[in-house]
């Protein structure tokens, strides 16, 4: 059962933009804060961006610092991962996940995921 759903996913040249979506399944998972990861090719699941419940206050990796923005809207169950400056490295499935404990560790109800790619 898919709990989250990712979106907005495609092919982009290099200094382009994407706004990937965050669709929860639930009401209630709104009520938690939630992270956005990604996985390229060949390497292990890394941390993007995190955002609390409210929206109040948000943390990025050092890769995406500057570039990316994450926002959420609680009243369309949406969180939003807009990519601006888009290097060929930042290729990989997007993921989203709840936060149950605001802690940026303790994730779960992972989405599908959306692929972006990045042409040089």
């Known amino acids: 059962q898919v709990q989250m759903a990712e979106s907005g996913g495609g092919l982009v040249q290099a200094g382009g933009s994407l706004r990937l979506s965050c669709a929860a399944s639930r009401r209630a998972f709104m009520n938690y804060a939630m992270g956005w990861f990604r996985q390229a090719p060949g390497k292990d699941r890394e941390f993007v961006a995190w955002?609390?419940?409210?929206?109040?206050?948000?943390y990025y990796a050092d890769s995406v610092k500057g570039r990316f923005t994450i926002s959420r809207d609680n009243t369309k169950n949406t969180v939003y991962l807009e990519m601006n400056s888009l290097k060929p490295e930042d290729t990989a499935v997007y993921y989203c996940?709840?936060?149950?404990?605001?802690?940026?560790?303790?994730?779960?109800?992972w989405g599908q995921g959306t692929q972006v790619t990045v042409s040089s």
């Open positions: 996940a709840t936060d149950l404990l605001g802690d940026r560790k303790s994730y779960g109800y």
């Open positions: 955002i609390t419940w409210s929206g109040r206050s948000t």
